[in-house]
């Protein structure tokens, strides 16, 4: 059973019988090489379909580029939110730390410690609340 096509008449082809051996595949191989070799070397830039439609090839080299640095400006966001949080981080250590050394001067007990040689004693009576009747 040979491969045949239906044209779009409908009808199929006759089938013909021909001694020659097809070589489409490797004209195929040729065509692409030529193109890759028109591209290495800068002749396709020449062609009329490349130099009708140079703005839109300008345009998209513009996109290229936009997505280029869209890449360096996110990785350098992200840089500087590291940066910002260990700062952050380092602040906020600071700070307990500092909380810290506060409350451990302020207690009462050091309180009494320090300002026992100037002369200055703890109460021993509990403050009066005065309390006005209008």
């Not at 410690?113 to 209008?134: H, Q």
């Amino acid at each position: 059973m040979e491969n045949s096509y239906i044209d779009q008449s409908g009808e199929a082809p006759k089938k013909t019988k021909s001694k020659k051996p097809r070589k489409s595949s490797s004209k195929r191989v040729r065509k692409g090489g030529a193109i890759l070799v028109q591209v290495l070397n800068g002749e396709i830039l020449t062609r009329d379909a490349v130099l009708n439609n140079l703005g839109y090839v300008f345009f998209c080299i513009f996109l290229l580029i936009l997505l280029v640095a869209k890449g360096y400006y996110g990785k350098q966001l992200t840089r500087d939110i590291d940066l910002s949080l260990k700062e952050l981080n380092a602040s906020t250590a600071e700070y307990v730390e500092a909380k810290a050394r506060l409350e451990e001067k302020t207690k009462r007990s050091e309180l009494v410690r320090i300002l026992e040689p100037k002369g200055i004693k703890e109460t021993t009576k509990p403050a009066k609340v005065i309390r006005v009747k209008k």
